[in-house]
């Protein structure tokens, strides 16, 4: 089922209710000892039910089927005495099989979560998407890519509008649609532009974030190269040498907002950095005391159309995956677009076939803590 064809299960703040359940289920499995990942697996299949989680149901072993009957082969007719055969018998050909053409679409075969983040704000009517990426889980194969759109990416073609950057997709698909319109024009744009099918959507909101920070009690992240910004009319105020830090949720919505250093491109690769650190955090400590607290924040924070079924199997997932099986790129320049005008505006004018194949190859990429952007710009990381 195509991502426009699907109806929201829940209300919008139904959606944020199951989302707490969800770290609920981050808590339990994160609070026990370590367990054999590669067993884990097993039990994280696509198919898998509420009842499967619960009851442990185990698939039937089929019984040996019939050993199968060959026909008897008739007996040839001995040639005739008075004739000198002169003739062979022709060998016959060796069938060959027919090749199983392989599909260079890989995102043909996983779940794929479109993650919005959105910098609007109580009171405000407009908004803009900071945060753009595509999360796509292969069970199959137990790992993960997540790939980053840059802001700044220039659409010539938005259903129903004018061309415009790919930030402003979100908040022009809800006025259509305040049902879930925003995501589901983005990811008909996705869709079309670079094969991706986009199951599901999470969008989060700044303010909500912080408050899921604090609720963690802080964020510990490896900062690579120093980040300095002050923007008080923004609340964007940052300090950071290189090294370890803790990060509060003022801190951490400034580290993944500001593009004082490097850029967009070097922002969106903050943000992936954010994401995996909240993840390692939330696998280590025992969140039991913060459940309350982490609720309450979620509900302010996220809307989804993830189900509760899917939050626990994308959890339990997410829970197994090893810095090793999560690849990561950021699509950037010049490989797979080029920096330009349109409309007055400075943006990123895309190669959509260099797009596609770049993303194809996400699971080819190194892990993500190691380097995630496309091209000679993210093989060393440069500080400037």
């Known amino acids: 089922m195509r991502f426009r064809d699907l109806k929201l299960i829940f209300t919008h703040r139904a959606g944020r209710l199951w989302l707490g359940l969800l770290f609920v289920v981050v808590m339990v499995g994160g609070c026990g000892a370590k367990t054999d990942r590669t067993t884990d697996l097993v039990l994280v299949s696509p198919t898998a039910t509420l009842a499967d989680w619960v009851q442990g149901v185990e698939t039937p072993v089929p019984t040996d089927p019939a050993p199968p009957v060959f026909p ?10 008075g004739a000198r055969s002169q003739a062979t018998a022709t060998p016959m050909p060796t069938p060959m099989p027919t090749p199983v053409p392989v599909d260079p679409n890989p995102f043909l075969h996983t779940t794929n979560i479109l993650l919005l983040g959105s910098d609007r704000r109580p009171n405000e009517v407009n908004w803009r998407t900071d945060v753009i990426m595509i999360l796509a889980l292969d069970f199959e194969k137990g790992v993960a890519g997540v790939i980053s759109l840059p802001r700044d990416l220039y659409l010539d073609e938005i259903a129903g509008h004018k061309p415009n950057k790919i930030n402003v997709v979100d908040y022009l698909g809800q006025q259509d649609d305040p049902d879930g319109g925003g995501p589901a024009l983005l990811a008909a744009i996705l869709e079309a532009r670079m094969g991706v099918p986009i199951q599901h959507y999470l969008r989060f909101e700044f303010e909500g974030f912080k408050q899921v920070i604090d609720a963690l009690g802080g964020v510990e992240i490896q900062v690579d190269c120093p980040v300095y910004e002050y923007l008080p009319e923004e609340d964007v105020v940052l300090n950071l040498g290189a090294g370890t830090h803790t990060l509060t949720g003022r801190q951490a919505l400034s580290y993944v907002r500001t593009r004082r250093q490097g850029g967009d491109l070097e922002r969106a690769r903050r943000q992936q950095r954010m994401a995996l650190a909240i993840r390692e955090q939330l696998v280590s400590q025992n969140l039991l005391p913060k459940v309350p607290a982490l609720y309450v924040a979620l509900q302010d924070a996220v809307e989804t159309d993830i189900g509760l079924v899917d939050a626990i199997r994308f959890t339990r997932f997410a829970l197994q995956l090893t810095e090793e099986s999560l690849h990561g790129m950021i699509l950037a320049p010049p490989e797979t677009m080029l920096q330009g005008w ?11 076939d260099a797009i596609t194949l770049a993303a194809q190859t996400v699971f080819d990429r190194p892990p993500l803590l190691e380097t995630n952007t496309v091209g000679p710009a993210g093989d060393v990381q440069i500080c400037r």
């Open 72 to 81: 008897e082969e008739p007996t040839p007719t001995p040639a005739s005495s």
């Open 342 to 352: 349109r409309q007055g505006m400075y943006v990123f004018v895309p190669d959509w």
